[in-house]
């Protein structure tokens, strides 16, 4: 019978190589070669998550802290293009850490109308009181070349989206606006008519000229519903974040027809606008009232605002509150009430009615947001998921 031979050894470079243990190899095992026990790594979760409490709150509020300081504290305005190098503003500047007011577009920004800041309230001046005697209403004047028209300045890009910026370089170049000539809007966002009350005369004239435009009162009512509607839609936006630039221009758009009949107001013994009037006066106090349904409440006035043109005035609004377009006349709802206290405990209770119509709370305020805040909230979510990766 046969006998099968045995088999062959395995050779010297299939074996494997025997450790050599020395003084710096370590004697407990590898921690990665064996498998972990469940408990350990429950362990090593709950230490982590702790952490995690603890860190993100803190993170949180070191960045909002900081952000009050470092968004764009005073100093740095001794580093800029627009500062004046002398030593006191350096010295004063590097003194003051606290928060101030955005620098104004530069003159390279787009040059279609200017605004100076997007979040400042629109701004209301009224010129030097006139040594000349009112003038009557004129009869087909010479108007200036070019009218005044809104948003003449710089077109400021502070929006929060690029529609709402869009729409408003398109608004301000087309006819169906500035065929219009919107008293509501030229008060307070025109610098070639607030530079025009200077000269009483040439005030009278342009008045003149929002009072009698190519387009019919009817269709100008109808242009400025359009842009406001557009205007809802292009910056829902800016509106809900209640950039003031966007709720300004709503409101001025939806009080168009109200404003136009306060400016084209007559007083008829002097054959002269009423607004005219208040502008030449060396008494503001009439004058404020022009600004009600703009949302601007009038400061403390005088018995210069005893005068038929304002008894006038404020029947208008009260009749305007009343009618059925009262809801889109948030400004005026927010500012009459107060406007009629003021003027009947100075002028007589009888000179202004009040209004059973619900005010509306006061004029909406700009949200204030920092990008810190998006910081924060970014790095919280990073230590967060850093924490649990680790």
Not at 196 to 213: E, F, K, L, R, S
Not at 313 to 342: I, P, W
Request: some cysteine; overall charge neutral; aromatic content about 10%.
């Amino acid at each position: 019978m046969f006998t099968p031979p045995p088999s062959p050894l395995p050779s010297k470079s299939s074996e494997l190589p025997e450790l050599e243990m020395t003084n710096d190899t370590p004697t407990h095992a590898i921690p990665s070669a064996f498998p972990i026990h469940p408990y350990q790594s429950k362990q090593k979760y709950t230490l982590t998550l702790r952490w995690t409490i603890l860190l993100v709150p803190v993170t949180l509020i070191a960045i909002g802290l900081s952000t009050q300081f470092f968004i764009h504290p005073a100093p740095f305005d001794a580093f800029s293009s627009t500062s004046f190098h002398r030593w006191t503003s350096w010295t004063n500047s590097l003194t003051d850490w606290s928060l101030h007011e955005r620098h104004k577009p530069t003159e390279n920004l787009l040059k279609l109308a200017v605004v100076s800041n997007t979040n400042a309230p629109p701004f209301i001046r009224r010129s030097t009181p006139s040594t000349t005697p009112v003038p009557t209403i004129p009869i087909n004047p010479t108007l200036p070349t070019p009218f005044p028209q809104p948003y003449d300045t710089t077109l400021s890009s502070n929006f929060s989206t690029t529609s709402c910026y869009n729409f408003f370089l398109n608004m301000t170049q087309t006819d169906a606006l500035r065929s219009c000539r919107p008293f509501s809007l030229l008060l307070t966002r025109s610098q070639a008519f607030i530079q025009v009350q200077d000269d009483i005369n040439a005030t009278n004239a342009v008045i003149w000229g929002t009072c009698n435009t190519a387009l019919s009162p009817n269709q100008c009512d109808m242009n400025m519903a359009w842009f406001a509607s557009s205007l809802r839609s292009s910056c829902a936006t800016d509106l809900s974040d209640q950039n003031l630039f966007a709720v300004s221009a709503l409101t001025g758009l939806q009080a168009f027809n109200l404003m136009r009949q306060a400016a084209c107001s007559v007083d008829p013994v002097a054959n002269a606008y009423c607004y005219v009037e208040a502008v030449a006066s060396s008494d503001p106090s009439s004058y404020y009232f022009y600004q009600l349904p703009l949302g601007q409440k009038v400061p403390k006035i005088t018995s210069g605002a005893c005068n038929s043109c304002t008894k006038s005035l404020m029947s208008m609004y009260l009749a305007a509150l009343s009618s059925t377009n009262v809801t889109s006349l948030t400004g005026l709802q927010a500012t009459y009430g107060d406007a009629a206290t003021k003027l009947n405990s100075v002028c007589g209770s009888s000179y202004a009615q009040s209004t059973t119509v619900a005010s509306s709370s006061a004029p909406p305020t700009v949200k204030l947001t920092s990008v810190g805040g998006v910081w924060a909230v970014l790095l919280g979510v990073g230590v967060l998921s850093t924490s649990l990766s680790s």
